[in-house]
């Protein structure tokens, strides 16, 4: 089970709203590599993991994404709250406005609704957790663009910032987890066969 | 820590900026930053340790910050109201605060 608290991961404050960055942030909220995404796949996958280790990283990570999805939708929050409707629509979101008003919503930047085919459970460890690997560096990629988008706002860049870099943390614990799971499979076996046959070997 | 009762009786009910020169906000402000940092340090720490169970030093460590951060913690909730509904209150204190996600938060 899960225990709310009542605090954000790392704190944001956003003192002017930007409906232009939060249209582009949204991304990361309910888009292919957003933080919904990333706590639904890791927190299913886990189910299929075989060791502890690779249980224990998936639940932790899962749990940490819930966090930063929390903060991903507090910056679109802050970024839209209290913008009136014209300024949405001069900053590209009056299709947005129509269906959301200025509600959070998972959807990517592109407008698409947040879809589990986005993530993948293929209920194989190794393949579950190089897609692990492979999420982390997209979502990465995607904090880089949009700080590369917000350059001139310090308040959104900097939560921003701290996400690019948990993704990074997590990347390399996936890829320890992995070695654990591949380590585990390329253990020698030994079977017991026929261990009562010492007496028939007379 | 002396005033500890119904210390946010007499709130003002404005967005409190977080720059509020009030000497009462400022010591709200820093035990809430000083909550974050260890509660990240913990996190991160757990992740570490999911990975590398035997690193005596990062486990040695956890227990350092779990034990500051549930002192502190305790401390925060009796002044300010509960961070999560796991603290029990004489009236229902968790309807008081603001949300995380609005501006001027804690």
């Not at chain 1, 947005?96 to 592109?110: C, W």
């Not at chain 1, 380590?183 to 261990?195: E, H, I, S, T, W």
């Not at chain 2, 913690?73 to 968790?94: A, E, H, S, V």
Request: charge should be negative.
């Amino acid at each position: 089970m899960w225990t709310y608290n009542k605090v954000l991961e790392y704190p944001i404050n956003i003192k002017c709203p930007n409906p232009r960055l939060a249209k582009f942030i949204i991304s990361q909220y309910g888009g292919p590599d957003g933080e919904l995404a990333a706590s639904l796949r890791y927190l299913s996958q886990r189910f299929g993991m075989p060791d502890q280790k690779s249980k224990a990283i998936l639940n932790d990570i899962g749990t940490e994404e819930l966090a930063h999805l929390e903060m991903v939708g507090t910056i679109v929050h802050q970024l839209t709250d209290g913008v009136d409707a014209k300024t949405l629509e001069e900053a590209g979101l009056g299709a947005y406005y129509t269906d959301h008003g200025v509600g959070v919503y998972p959807q990517a930047a592109a407008g698409w609704p947040w879809n589990a085919a986005t993530i993948a459970v293929k209920g194989d460890p190794i393949a579950d957790l190089q897609e692990d690997l492979a999420a982390e560096q997209k979502a990465r990629a995607t904090y880089e663009k949009l700080i590369d988008l917000c350059k001139d706002d310090q308040d959104v860049i900097d939560p921003l910032r701290f996400l690019r870099e948990r993704e990074v943390v997590h990347f390399q614990r996936f890829g320890e987890a992995l070695r654990g799971v591949q380590d585990k499979l390329a253990d020698k076996k030994f079977y017991m066969n026929n261990m009562n046959c010492s007496n028939d070997m007379k | 820590m002396d005033n500890d009762k119904c210390e946010c009786m007499d709130r003002k009910h404005k967005d409190s900026n977080n720059d509020n020169s009030c000497s009462r906000d400022m010591r709200r402000q820093e035990m809430i930053d000083q909550i974050k940092s260890l509660d990240f340090a913990i996190i991160e720490l757990g992740l570490y340790l999911d990975t590398h169970p035997e690193d005596k030093k990062a486990l040695c460590m956890h227990r350092e910050y779990c034990k500051q951060v549930k002192d502190l913690k305790d401390k925060y909730q009796k002044m300010y109201g509960p961070l999560t509904i796991f603290y029990p209150c004489n009236k229902w204190r968790w309807l008081e605060e603001p949300w995380p996600w609005e501006r001027g938060n804690y």
